[in-house]
Protein backbone atom coordinates (compact mmCIF):
# COMPACT_ATOMS: atom_id res chain seq x y z
CA UNK A 1 0.00 0.00 0.00
CA UNK A 2 0.92 3.60 -0.25
CA UNK A 3 -0.02 6.94 2.00
CA UNK A 4 0.91 10.58 1.31
CA UNK A 5 3.17 12.38 3.30
CA UNK A 6 2.49 16.02 3.59
CA UNK A 7 5.32 18.86 4.65
CA UNK A 8 4.93 22.19 5.62
CA UNK A 9 7.54 24.28 6.21
CA UNK A 10 7.12 27.92 7.98
CA UNK A 11 9.83 30.23 8.29
CA UNK A 12 10.45 31.98 11.41
CA UNK A 13 8.10 29.73 13.23
CA UNK A 14 8.04 26.61 15.21
CA UNK A 15 7.05 22.99 13.63
CA UNK A 16 4.65 20.01 15.50
CA UNK A 17 3.08 17.32 14.17
CA UNK A 18 -0.64 16.99 15.10
CA UNK A 19 -3.04 13.24 15.28
CA UNK A 20 -2.30 11.09 12.44
CA UNK A 21 0.58 12.78 11.25
CA UNK A 22 -0.94 16.08 9.87
CA UNK A 23 1.64 18.87 10.69
CA UNK A 24 1.01 21.66 12.62
CA UNK A 25 2.10 25.19 11.55
CA UNK A 26 2.18 27.61 14.27
CA UNK A 27 2.44 31.69 13.85
CA UNK A 28 4.83 32.47 11.11
CA UNK A 29 4.99 33.02 7.06
CA UNK A 30 5.60 30.26 4.10
CA UNK A 31 8.68 29.36 2.48
CA UNK A 32 8.62 30.48 -0.84
CA UNK A 33 7.63 28.52 -3.56
CA UNK A 34 10.02 26.02 -4.97
CA UNK A 35 12.31 25.00 -1.82
CA UNK A 36 13.41 22.25 -1.93
CA UNK A 37 12.49 19.21 0.52
CA UNK A 38 14.29 16.06 0.54
CA UNK A 39 12.93 12.87 2.19
CA UNK A 40 14.15 9.57 3.43
CA UNK A 41 12.43 6.52 5.07
CA UNK A 42 14.08 3.38 7.05
CA UNK A 43 11.47 1.17 5.39
CA UNK A 44 9.97 1.19 2.02
CA UNK A 45 10.48 3.87 -0.67
CA UNK A 46 9.55 7.49 -1.37
CA UNK A 47 8.15 8.72 -4.35
CA UNK A 48 9.80 11.33 -5.06
CA UNK A 49 12.83 11.33 -2.53
CA UNK A 50 12.86 15.10 -3.15
CA UNK A 51 10.05 18.01 -4.20
CA UNK A 52 9.96 21.62 -4.36
CA UNK A 53 6.99 23.32 -2.12
CA UNK A 54 3.82 24.76 -3.69
CA UNK A 55 2.46 27.56 -1.25
CA UNK A 56 3.75 26.57 1.39
CA UNK A 57 4.18 22.59 1.42
CA UNK A 58 4.82 19.35 -0.65
CA UNK A 59 3.74 16.04 -0.83
CA UNK A 60 5.31 12.68 -1.59
CA UNK A 61 4.37 9.59 -1.36
CA UNK A 62 5.45 6.51 1.12
CA UNK A 63 5.04 3.02 -1.00
CA UNK A 64 5.50 0.18 1.12
CA UNK A 65 7.71 -2.91 -0.51
CA UNK A 66 6.00 -6.12 1.23
CA UNK A 67 7.50 -5.74 4.73
CA UNK A 68 5.97 -4.96 7.69
CA UNK A 69 7.38 -2.78 10.44
CA UNK A 70 7.71 0.81 11.14
CA UNK A 71 8.79 3.53 8.75
CA UNK A 72 10.74 6.12 10.03
CA UNK A 73 10.39 9.06 7.55
CA UNK A 74 12.41 11.97 7.64
CA UNK A 75 12.23 15.10 6.08
CA UNK A 76 14.92 17.80 5.78
CA UNK A 77 15.31 21.65 4.48
CA UNK A 78 18.24 23.63 4.75
CA UNK A 79 18.89 23.32 8.37
CA UNK A 80 15.46 22.48 9.68
CA UNK A 81 14.33 18.28 9.71
CA UNK A 82 11.24 16.35 10.79
CA UNK A 83 10.79 12.37 11.35
CA UNK A 84 7.48 10.52 11.68
CA UNK A 85 6.79 7.30 12.23
CA UNK A 86 4.18 5.22 9.93
CA UNK A 87 3.03 1.64 11.11
CA UNK A 88 3.61 -0.68 7.62
CA UNK A 89 1.40 -3.62 7.40
CA UNK A 90 1.50 -6.18 10.37
CA UNK A 91 2.84 -3.17 12.44
CA UNK A 92 -0.09 -1.67 12.18
CA UNK A 93 -1.75 -4.25 13.94
CA UNK A 94 -3.62 -3.28 17.45
CA UNK A 95 -6.37 -6.53 17.25
CA UNK A 96 -6.90 -10.17 15.99
CA UNK A 97 -10.64 -11.15 15.85
CA UNK A 98 -10.70 -14.87 15.26
CA UNK A 99 -13.97 -16.23 14.50
CA UNK A 100 -15.13 -19.95 13.11
CA UNK A 101 -17.41 -20.40 10.61
CA UNK A 102 -18.81 -23.18 13.65
CA UNK A 103 -17.33 -23.45 16.84
CA UNK A 104 -18.57 -26.84 16.90
CA UNK A 105 -18.01 -30.35 14.87
CA UNK A 106 -19.72 -33.76 14.72
CA UNK A 107 -18.45 -36.42 16.85
CA UNK A 108 -17.25 -38.16 14.46
CA UNK A 109 -15.05 -35.31 13.42
CA UNK A 110 -15.38 -32.52 10.87
CA UNK A 111 -13.74 -29.37 9.36
CA UNK A 112 -14.56 -25.60 10.29
CA UNK A 113 -13.14 -22.44 8.88
CA UNK A 114 -11.23 -20.28 10.89
CA UNK A 115 -11.24 -16.01 9.94
CA UNK A 116 -9.19 -13.89 11.48
CA UNK A 117 -9.67 -10.05 11.18
CA UNK A 118 -6.53 -7.65 11.66
CA UNK A 119 -7.49 -4.01 12.77
CA UNK A 120 -5.35 -0.89 13.68
CA UNK A 121 -5.85 0.83 16.68
CA UNK A 122 -9.13 2.87 14.89
CA UNK A 123 -10.68 -0.46 13.72
CA UNK A 124 -9.82 -0.29 10.18
CA UNK A 125 -9.03 -3.82 8.49
CA UNK A 126 -5.74 -4.19 7.49
CA UNK A 127 -5.17 -5.77 3.74
CA UNK A 128 -1.59 -7.97 2.73
CA UNK A 129 -0.67 -8.38 6.32
CA UNK A 130 0.44 -11.69 6.76
CA UNK A 131 -1.46 -14.36 9.70
CA UNK A 132 0.27 -17.00 11.19
CA UNK A 133 -2.03 -19.73 12.57
CA UNK A 134 -1.55 -22.29 15.46
CA UNK A 135 -3.95 -25.59 16.78
CA UNK A 136 -4.01 -27.25 19.61
CA UNK A 137 -5.90 -30.21 18.04
CA UNK A 138 -6.62 -30.97 14.79
CA UNK A 139 -4.91 -30.18 11.17
CA UNK A 140 -4.75 -26.73 9.91
CA UNK A 141 -4.94 -26.39 6.12
CA UNK A 142 -2.02 -24.02 6.33
CA UNK A 143 0.02 -22.35 8.70
CA UNK A 144 0.20 -18.97 7.26
CA UNK A 145 -2.20 -16.64 5.13
CA UNK A 146 -2.44 -12.70 3.92
CA UNK A 147 -5.71 -10.99 4.88
CA UNK A 148 -7.61 -9.76 1.90
CA UNK A 149 -8.56 -6.63 0.82
CA UNK A 150 -11.37 -6.78 3.79
CA UNK A 151 -8.55 -7.48 6.27
CA UNK A 152 -9.34 -10.63 6.69
CA UNK A 153 -6.74 -14.27 6.49
CA UNK A 154 -8.79 -17.62 6.64
CA UNK A 155 -7.60 -21.07 6.97
CA UNK A 156 -9.35 -24.69 7.76
CA UNK A 157 -9.16 -26.62 10.72
CA UNK A 158 -9.80 -30.20 10.16
CA UNK A 159 -10.29 -31.94 13.95
CA UNK A 160 -11.78 -35.12 15.75
CA UNK A 161 -10.86 -33.19 18.92
CA UNK A 162 -11.31 -30.14 21.05
CA UNK A 163 -9.20 -27.27 19.76
CA UNK A 164 -8.33 -23.55 20.50
CA UNK A 165 -6.85 -21.87 17.09
CA UNK A 166 -4.36 -18.90 17.52
CA UNK A 167 -3.98 -16.56 15.11
CA UNK A 168 -0.94 -13.94 15.18
CA UNK A 169 -0.03 -11.12 13.55
CA UNK A 170 2.48 -8.19 14.79
CA UNK A 171 2.87 -9.44 17.85
CA UNK A 172 -1.16 -9.36 18.40
CA UNK A 173 -2.89 -12.43 18.75
CA UNK A 174 -6.47 -13.65 19.01
CA UNK A 175 -8.04 -17.32 19.68
CA UNK A 176 -11.29 -19.19 19.18
CA UNK A 177 -12.36 -22.40 20.85
CA UNK A 178 -13.95 -25.62 18.78
CA UNK A 179 -15.27 -28.16 20.50
CA UNK A 180 -16.76 -31.83 19.53
CA UNK A 181 -19.90 -32.68 19.73
CA UNK A 182 -20.90 -35.72 22.16
CA UNK A 183 -22.97 -38.55 20.46
CA UNK A 184 -26.80 -38.08 20.80
CA UNK A 185 -28.39 -40.80 23.09
CA UNK A 186 -32.51 -42.05 22.90
CA UNK A 187 -34.03 -43.72 25.47
CA UNK A 188 -36.74 -45.93 25.45
CA UNK A 189 -38.93 -46.28 28.27
CA UNK A 190 -41.36 -49.25 28.08
CA UNK A 191 -45.14 -49.52 29.66
CA UNK A 192 -44.83 -49.68 33.27
CA UNK A 193 -48.08 -51.66 34.03
CA UNK A 194 -49.66 -55.06 32.98
CA UNK A 195 -50.57 -54.81 29.03
CA UNK A 196 -52.96 -57.15 27.53
CA UNK A 197 -53.79 -58.22 23.73
CA UNK A 198 -55.39 -55.50 22.23
CA UNK A 199 -54.86 -53.06 24.71
CA UNK A 200 -52.52 -50.07 24.03
CA UNK A 201 -49.15 -50.42 25.06
CA UNK A 202 -47.58 -47.00 25.60
CA UNK A 203 -43.82 -46.59 24.90
CA UNK A 204 -42.28 -43.54 25.66
CA UNK A 205 -38.84 -42.39 23.41
CA UNK A 206 -36.58 -39.72 24.83
CA UNK A 207 -34.12 -37.66 22.17
CA UNK A 208 -30.81 -36.85 23.80
CA UNK A 209 -30.60 -32.74 23.01
CA UNK A 210 -27.00 -32.90 22.58
CA UNK A 211 -27.75 -33.29 18.80
CA UNK A 212 -31.38 -33.03 16.64
CA UNK A 213 -31.88 -36.55 15.60
CA UNK A 214 -33.51 -36.23 12.01
CA UNK A 215 -34.96 -40.22 12.00
CA UNK A 216 -36.32 -42.08 14.74
CA UNK A 217 -37.86 -45.69 13.91
CA UNK A 218 -39.31 -47.76 16.44
CA UNK A 219 -39.79 -51.96 16.48
CA UNK A 220 -42.52 -53.28 18.52
CA UNK A 221 -41.32 -56.75 18.11
CA UNK A 222 -43.79 -58.34 16.58
CA UNK A 223 -43.12 -57.68 13.08
CA UNK A 224 -44.57 -54.28 13.27
CA UNK A 225 -42.58 -50.68 13.39
CA UNK A 226 -43.21 -46.81 13.07
CA UNK A 227 -41.25 -44.37 11.18
CA UNK A 228 -41.81 -41.42 13.24
CA UNK A 229 -39.29 -38.81 11.69
CA UNK A 230 -37.53 -35.95 13.51
CA UNK A 231 -38.14 -35.58 17.33
CA UNK A 232 -36.73 -33.44 19.61
CA UNK A 233 -38.48 -34.25 22.72
CA UNK A 234 -40.06 -36.79 24.81
CA UNK A 235 -42.14 -38.88 22.20
CA UNK A 236 -45.39 -41.72 23.32
CA UNK A 237 -46.19 -44.16 20.93
CA UNK A 238 -48.72 -46.27 21.09
CA UNK A 239 -49.06 -49.79 19.66
CA UNK A 240 -51.89 -52.36 20.07
CA UNK A 241 -50.55 -56.36 19.89
CA UNK A 242 -52.53 -58.76 18.66
CA UNK A 243 -50.93 -61.95 20.37
CA UNK A 244 -49.53 -62.81 23.66
CA UNK A 245 -45.47 -63.14 24.43
CA UNK A 246 -42.98 -61.07 25.54
CA UNK A 247 -41.39 -58.78 22.79
CA UNK A 248 -37.89 -57.31 22.51
CA UNK A 249 -39.00 -53.85 21.29
CA UNK A 250 -35.73 -51.42 20.15
CA UNK A 251 -35.65 -47.89 18.65
CA UNK A 252 -32.79 -46.21 16.46
CA UNK A 253 -32.04 -42.71 16.07
CA UNK A 254 -30.12 -40.94 13.31
CA UNK A 255 -28.93 -37.40 14.01
CA UNK A 256 -28.16 -34.86 12.39
CA UNK A 257 -24.60 -35.44 11.86
CA UNK A 258 -24.74 -39.07 10.35
CA UNK A 259 -24.48 -40.76 13.95
CA UNK A 260 -26.63 -42.94 15.17
CA UNK A 261 -28.49 -44.20 18.74
CA UNK A 262 -30.44 -47.44 19.86
CA UNK A 263 -31.81 -48.30 22.82
CA UNK A 264 -34.11 -51.93 23.59
CA UNK A 265 -36.73 -52.82 26.08
CA UNK A 266 -39.03 -55.97 26.40
CA UNK A 267 -42.97 -56.35 27.05
CA UNK A 268 -44.81 -58.59 28.06
CA UNK A 269 -48.18 -59.01 26.77
CA UNK A 270 -50.91 -61.41 28.07
CA UNK A 271 -54.50 -62.07 26.92
CA UNK A 272 -57.50 -61.04 28.39
CA UNK A 273 -60.02 -62.86 30.28
CA UNK A 274 -63.77 -62.65 31.15
CA UNK A 275 -66.29 -63.99 32.77
CA UNK A 276 -69.87 -64.84 32.00
CA UNK A 277 -72.88 -64.43 34.80
CA UNK A 278 -76.60 -64.89 34.53
CA UNK A 279 -79.09 -63.03 36.21
CA UNK A 280 -80.32 -65.90 37.54
CA UNK A 281 -79.07 -69.78 37.32
CA UNK A 282 -82.70 -71.39 36.79
CA UNK A 283 -86.30 -69.85 35.87
CA UNK A 284 -89.31 -71.36 33.93
CA UNK A 285 -89.40 -71.05 30.33
CA UNK A 286 -90.54 -68.58 28.12
CA UNK A 287 -89.11 -65.78 30.99
CA UNK A 288 -85.59 -64.51 29.69
CA UNK A 289 -82.59 -64.69 31.37
CA UNK A 290 -80.09 -61.79 31.10
CA UNK A 291 -76.20 -62.64 30.33
CA UNK A 292 -72.70 -60.45 30.85
CA UNK A 293 -69.86 -60.48 30.26
CA UNK A 294 -67.53 -58.78 32.47
CA UNK A 295 -63.86 -58.81 33.45
CA UNK A 296 -62.72 -57.38 30.20
CA UNK A 297 -59.33 -55.28 30.93
CA UNK A 298 -59.95 -51.64 30.31
CA UNK A 299 -58.40 -50.05 27.51
CA UNK A 300 -58.99 -53.27 25.05
CA UNK A 301 -61.47 -52.70 22.26
CA UNK A 302 -64.21 -55.09 21.98
CA UNK A 303 -65.82 -55.10 18.33
CA UNK A 304 -68.96 -57.38 18.94
CA UNK A 305 -70.05 -60.21 21.37
CA UNK A 306 -71.26 -63.57 19.76
CA UNK A 307 -73.91 -65.32 22.12
CA UNK A 308 -75.03 -69.19 21.06
CA UNK A 309 -77.44 -69.87 23.49
CA UNK A 310 -77.46 -73.64 23.26
CA UNK A 311 -81.13 -73.74 22.00
CA UNK A 312 -80.32 -73.27 18.14
CA UNK A 313 -80.86 -69.73 19.08
CA UNK A 314 -77.79 -66.83 18.69
CA UNK A 315 -77.85 -63.14 18.92
CA UNK A 316 -74.90 -60.86 18.03
CA UNK A 317 -74.23 -57.50 20.28
CA UNK A 318 -71.95 -54.72 20.27
CA UNK A 319 -72.49 -54.60 24.65
CA UNK A 320 -71.55 -57.02 26.83
CA UNK A 321 -75.12 -58.14 27.68
CA UNK A 322 -77.94 -60.01 25.94
CA UNK A 323 -81.59 -61.49 26.91
CA UNK A 324 -82.82 -64.57 25.92
CA UNK A 325 -85.93 -67.11 27.05
CA UNK A 326 -85.72 -70.47 26.26
CA UNK A 327 -89.09 -72.24 25.19
CA UNK A 328 -87.89 -76.03 26.49
CA UNK A 329 -86.80 -77.30 29.27
CA UNK A 330 -83.74 -78.21 30.52
CA UNK A 331 -79.92 -77.70 30.92
CA UNK A 332 -78.38 -75.17 28.52
CA UNK A 333 -75.26 -74.18 27.66
CA UNK A 334 -74.46 -70.81 26.74
CA UNK A 335 -71.10 -70.07 24.39
CA UNK A 336 -69.87 -66.13 23.77
CA UNK A 337 -66.82 -65.53 21.70
CA UNK A 338 -65.52 -62.48 22.80
CA UNK A 339 -64.30 -60.41 19.05
CA UNK A 340 -61.59 -57.56 20.31
CA UNK A 341 -60.41 -55.41 17.55
CA UNK A 342 -57.13 -56.23 18.23
CA UNK A 343 -55.77 -60.18 18.25
CA UNK A 344 -57.82 -63.43 18.38
CA UNK A 345 -61.35 -63.97 19.31
CA UNK A 346 -62.13 -66.01 22.77
CA UNK A 347 -64.43 -68.28 24.18
CA UNK A 348 -65.65 -69.07 27.55
CA UNK A 349 -69.03 -71.00 28.55
CA UNK A 350 -71.55 -71.79 31.11
CA UNK A 351 -75.08 -73.63 31.98
CA UNK A 352 -78.54 -72.16 33.30
CA UNK A 353 -81.42 -74.52 33.71
CA UNK A 354 -85.07 -74.09 32.22
CA UNK A 355 -87.59 -75.59 34.48
CA UNK A 356 -91.19 -76.48 32.92
Known amino acids: GSTDLIAVLIENGTTGTGTGGAATPSAGTPVHNGTLVTFTTSLGRIEPAEARTLNGSVTVKLVADGRSGTATITAFSGSATKALDVKIGAAAAE ?26 VNGNSLSGVPVSFTT ?21 LSTNTAAEVTASAGGKTGSVEITVRTRS ?26 VAFKD ?97 QGQ ?31 TASFQVLVNP
Request: aromatic share 8%; charged share 10%; glycine share 12%.
Open 185 to 210: KITLTPPSGTVFVGAAASFVITPDAA
Open 136 to 156: TGGTLSAGSALTSDSGVASVS
Open 95 to 120: RVAVTASSTTVPAGGGTVSIFARVED
Open 216 to 312: VTIDFGDGESVPLGAISSPTTVAHFYSEDGVFQVSVIGTDVDGGSAQAAGSVGVIPITFSVTSSKSAEVVNVPFLFTVSGIPAGVPINRYIWDFGDG
Open 316 to 346: TTTTPTASHAYQAPGLKTITVTVVPRYGESR
